[in-house]
């Protein structure tokens, strides 16, 4: 288990930071740019002075001020992640993996092989930094991370530095690494697909304090939260199941509980567990199943709440089978269509809402015509 309990001093702010999270897995800081997120990675670090509290790791105490533990940031075996990849230009790609390998300061837990066969690193060992892509350069840094044998991974903004595409191609190797090894990983992000993708524990950062903390996907639908995450990017996380997919249209069909919902097609076998991001503002409200629509997704369900927001908005909790949803409505739809808590209604999402930053897996290559650039299907 990783415990963080401190207090801390920057200027114009006072930390007072508590939260627990699981051992293994990933735990994503979130938060707005300035919400403190930074400096909590330092404190658990080592790299902030004047910090009073009690930060441990799988048993491992960093820091307890009441027993007089600090200890330094290189005794604390942590591997660090940063928005640029901060290679050696000097040495090839071999050489920076091998340079916290050879620097490990614990029992080896992945040897080299493992991490360049996980990070598809194999083609690249001869080159320089300067010769690699920017998604390149950071499997490299990852790898190098990883090969410390390290108690603890932070990465801190690991893909801030990218374009969308270098995003996508480096987030299922995290993906992979979060899978595969049995090493707690601190992911910091400003970005809530990110997390989505990553993250099985949220952290949410608020000026220096914690507005919440918990199972991604028990946060994800807290309609509390919606102000941080922000009006137009809250919604909820699904868990779902492929069912099945269907190379004629390029759709794979997943299932949550007793329900499906078609997405444009995902590499992911038969049987694999995807997360599904509904924004609520890509959830309309219907109070009967419409026949003569494009929509594909058509979910039934209850109306558990109804919350008004800042301007026009309202958010509307949906309850289908055992998972909630939400829907950004204005009040003046509420009022025209009657909505109320315990109302039944249709939750409808359009496929074309449910893009590549929606859905928890890459696409496949396509080869045959693109529907989803279509209105739905």
């Not at 049987?271 to 503002?281: C, D, H, Q």
């Amino acid at each position: 288990m990783i415990e963080v309990r401190f207090q801390t001093l920057v200027p114009g702010m006072a930390f007072d930071i508590e939260f627990t999270a699981p051992g293994k897995g990933v735990t994503a800081l979130f938060g707005r740019s300035g919400a403190g997120k930074s400096t909590i990675v330092e404190a658990i670090a080592g790299a902030k002075s004047q910090v009073v509290g009690r930060i441990v790791v799988n048993g491992e105490v960093f820091q307890d001020t009441a027993s007089g533990i600090a200890l330094p940031i290189e005794k604390r075996r942590i591997g660090f992640v940063f928005q640029d990849s901060r290679l050696f230009p000097h040495l090839n790609v071999e050489a920076n993996l091998l340079y916290g390998f050879e620097r490990a300061r614990a029992p080896v837990s992945i040897q080299p092989k493992e991490a360049i066969d996980l990070l598809g690193l194999g083609d690249l060992l001869q080159r320089r930094p300067h010769r690699l892509s920017g998604g390149e350069r950071q499997r490299v840094a990852i790898g190098r991370a990883v090969l410390s044998q390290p108690a603890l991974l932070l990465m801190d903004e690991p893909l801030s530095s990218l374009d969308p595409p270098r995003k996508a191609e480096l987030l299922p190797y995290i993906e992979r690494l979060r899978d595969m090894l049995e090493l707690p990983i601190i992911y910091i992000s400003h970005e809530f697909n990110e997390v989505m993708r990553l993250a099985d524990t949220l952290v949410v950062v608020d000026r220096g304090r914690i507005a919440r903390h918990g199972p991604l996907l028990e946060l994800a639908s807290d309609p509390d939260l919606s102000p941080l995450i922000g009006r137009y990017e809250a919604g909820a996380v699904l868990a779902c199941i492929v069912q099945a997919h269907d190379s004629t249209s390029d759709l794979s069909r997943l299932t949550f509980g007793d329900h499906s919902i078609d997405v444009p097609l995902v590499d992911a076998d038969i049987g694999s567990e995807v997360r599904v991001r509904l924004r609520a503002r890509d959830v309309a409200l219907a109070l009967t199943e419409p026949t003569d629509t494009s929509i594909a997704n058509r979910l039934p369900g209850v109306i558990t709440e109804l919350t008004s927001r800042d301007g026009p908005y309202v958010d509307a909790g949906i309850d289908i089978g055992g998972t909630v949803v939400r829907s950004l409505l204005t009040r003046a739809s509420v009022a025209r269509l009657g909505l109320v808590q315990g109302m039944p209604v249709w939750a409808l999402v359009r496929i074309v809402a449910l893009d590549s930053r929606s859905v928890g897996f890459m696409r496949r290559p396509r080869q045959s015509r693109v529907l989803a650039d279509r209105d739905d299907v």
